[in-house]
C-alpha cells in the first residue's frame, strides 16, 4: 500500500502513512455507515432506535468486531448524522454530477 485515505493510519498497518502526510493535504476520504429511518418516522422512535444503536456500539463485542475490519465503531446522533450526510454530499455532490452522463437511445 502506497498510502491511506483517511485522517490517520490505520492501526492494522501503522507504517503505511496517510495521504496527507505523504503531501496530499486534501485528499482525506472517510466512509462511513449509518442507520437511517424513513422521513416521517416519529421523533421518539428514532430517538429509541439511535440510544439502541450507540449503545450497541459501545459493547466490546461490536467494537472489536468491526476492529477485525479495519473500522471505527463510533456512536452518533441524528443530527450529527445529518450534518455528515450534508458535508459528503457538499463536497462531492459537484464532482459526481461532473461525472455522470445520461445516455441517451
Known amino acids: 500500500m502506497l498510502a491511506t485515505s483517511g485522517p490517520r493510519r490505520w492501526r492494522t498497518y501503522p507504517e503505511v502513512p496517510t495521504f496527507a502526510e505523504s ?3 486534501d485528499l482525506v476520504i472517510v466512509g462511513w455507515f449509518a442507520l437511517l429511518a424513513p422521513a416521517g418516522t ?3 422512535t428514532v430517538a429509541d432506535l439511535n440510544a439502541e444503536v450507540n449503545a450497541a456500539l459501545k459493547s466490546a463485542e461490536v467494537i472489536q468486531t468491526f476492529q477485525e475490519f479495519g473500522l471505527d465503531a463510533v456512536a ?5 448524522t445529518l ?3 450534508r458535508e459528503d454530499f457538499n463536497r462531492w455532490g459537484r464532482t459526481i454530477q ?3 452522463y445520461v445516455q441517451e437511445d
Open 23 to 25: 503531501g496530499y493535504k
Open 42 to 44: 416519529p421523533a421518539q
Open 76 to 80: 452518533s446522533s441524528p443530527a450529527d
Open 83 to 85: 450534518a455528515l450526510i
Open 98 to 100: 461532473s461525472l455522470a
